[in-house]
């Protein structure tokens, strides 16, 4: 799981949770996961802030995930916010397989990892200089626009 496919990916779970009849768990089948970059793993904090932020709250479950996903998982201390499960995710109903769609954008992979910082020091300390990056990448665009 990477930054390739989390634009899509944001947008159909933000969609689904902004319905009406919105689901109170995410479910994530990570059994052909092999690896995941911190713009995803930024992606799983923004999903567990939004479930909690409405009113019943919920909950994100990460189903047959591999120890090196895990190791991730764990490191970025993301471990503590999800759930996990050895058991594959309940009936198909609403699963979609997400392969791709729109470039993340810098603002996109600005906002993931800004919600990784969020976590702890070391995370602030570790991502800073890619924060760093992408805001001066963010400032040069808007300058860019202006002209």
Known sequence: MTALLC??????????L???EAPACVDFDLSACEYMDSTFLGL???????????????????HRTNEACLGLLRTIGVL???ELSSEPCRGSE???RIEGGPKASARFILDAH??????SEENR??????????RGALKDEGAGSRD
């Open 125 to 134: 300390s570790r991502f800073s200089t890619l924060a760093a990056a992408l």
């Open 94 to 96: 609403g699963m979609e």
């Open 7 to 16: 634009p899509s990916l944001k947008a159909r779970i933000f969609g689904a």
């Open 44 to 62: 799983i904090v923004g999903v567990c802030k939004r479930l909690k932020s409405r009113s019943g709250g919920g909950r994100v479950v990460l």
């Open 18 to 20: 902004e319905a009406p």
């Open 114 to 119: 800004e919600e990784l910082s969020a976590l």
């Open 80 to 82: 503590g916010l999800v």
